[in-house]
C-alpha cells in the first residue's frame, strides 16, 4: 500500500473523515486539472486504486472505420489491436495518462486532503451543533467582545453571546460555567455559526425538562411560560397522569428541582402554577401567590376582570405591575385586577356596570399595562408611584419570595 493511501486512513482514524470521501475528492480533482490538458470533453475518467493508490486516466472512445474526433474516437484497427473483439460502435476505454501526471497528481492530492479536511470538519461541527438546536448547551465563558461575550461550547467551537440575548443582572467571568439555549444554527461559509441566548423562555422549559424527569417523558406538561429574564418566570404546568401533581413533580423534594434550574438562571424567581382548560380557574392560578376571590372572562374579546381582596391587591399586581404582566403573558387574557373596596364602590361589587369598570390596572394579552387617562386625554400610571413588592408570601406576609416559599414546603 503506498504511502498516500496510509496517509489517507491515519486520517480517517484521526479526524473520522472517510477514506472513500478523500479519494473521490481527489479524483474530481485530478479530472479538472486533465480537462485543461485533453479540452472539456465528457469522456474523461479519473481512477484512483483503492489499495495501491495508482492513478490512471481514461477516454471512453467509440471505435469507428474513420476517425473524425480523436478526443472521442479510436479507429477500428486500433481498438483490434488490443481485443480481436472489438467491433465499429463499441466503447472501450483508452489509457490516456499523461507521463508527467505522478507530479500533478501529488500536488492535487496533497491541496485536495487539505481542503476536504476542513470542509469535513466543518460539516461535522454543523451536523453536531444542528443537532442541540432548540436545546440546552453547556457554555464557558472566555471574554468579553465589546458587549458581547464570547463562549466556549466545546474545543472546537466558539459562539457569541449577544448583548440582547444578555440578562441585565447577570455579569460574568473568565472560566464561569453557563446553560445557553440554542436559537439556531446556521451553516455558512466560515463554519457553523451557533446563536445562544440566556434570555429565551425556552430556556426555562429545558432545563425542566433536563431536571424534572416527569417533564422529561411526557408525564408533565410545560403548557405555557412567561419571563422576564434576571427576575421572575412563571410556567404553567399540567400531569396525564391524575396520581402525579404537577406543582410538586416540578418543585421537588425539598424545593431540591426548582431551586438546581434558579442556581442555573442566578437567582431567578419561578412561579409554578397549575394549567387547567377553565380560563377563570387559569387566571385565578396564574395570579399566585395572590388569593383571588372572582374572575369574570370574556372569552370572545380574550379579556378577564379579576377581584382580590383588599390587602392582597399590592400582591396581585406585583412590584412595577410584574405579577399581572406576566399572568398575562402565561394565559393570553388581557386581565384587569381591583380590590373589593374598589369594586364596590365602582359598581356594587357583583352588580357593577361593565361600561363604567375602571382599568387602573389593566393588562393586555401581552402582559403590557394600559393604564388609564385622565380628562386631558394624558396618560397617568395608577401603580407606578406605589410601593409594590412581590416579596410577599400567599397569605400577603413579607417573605423571601416563591421559590423560598416551596423550599419550606
Known sequence: MSELMLALEQIEKEKGISKEVIVEAIEK????ACKKDFGKSDNVTVNMDRETGDIEVFAAKTVVEEVVDHATEISLEKALMVSSKHQVGDIMNVEITPKNFGRIAAQQARSVIVQTIK?????ALFEHFYCKEKDVVTGVVQRYVGKNISISLDDRMDALLMENEQVKTEHYRPTDRIKLYVVEVKDTNKGPKVIVSRTHPELVKRLFEKEVTEV????VEIKSIS????SRSKIAVWSNDPNVDPVGACVGMNGNRVNTIVDDLKGEKIDIITWSEDPAIFIENALSPSKVVSVDVDDEEKSARV???????SLAIGKEGQNARLAARLTGFKIDIKSESQAREAYGYDDYDRDSYDDAYEYDENGEYLG????????TDSYGDEDYSDEYD????????YEEENQEE
Open 372 to 379: 388609564d387617562y385622565d380628562e386631558n386625554g394624558e396618560y
Open 307 to 313: 377581584v382580590v381582596p383588599d390587602y392582597q391587591l
Open 216 to 219: 422529561a417523558d411526557g408525564t
Open 227 to 230: 419571563r422576564e429574564a434576571g
Open 29 to 32: 480533482s485530478l479530472l479538472d
Open 394 to 401: 400567599k397569605d400577603g406576609n413579607y417573605g423571601e419570595g
Open 119 to 123: 470542509e469535513e470538519e466543518k460539516k
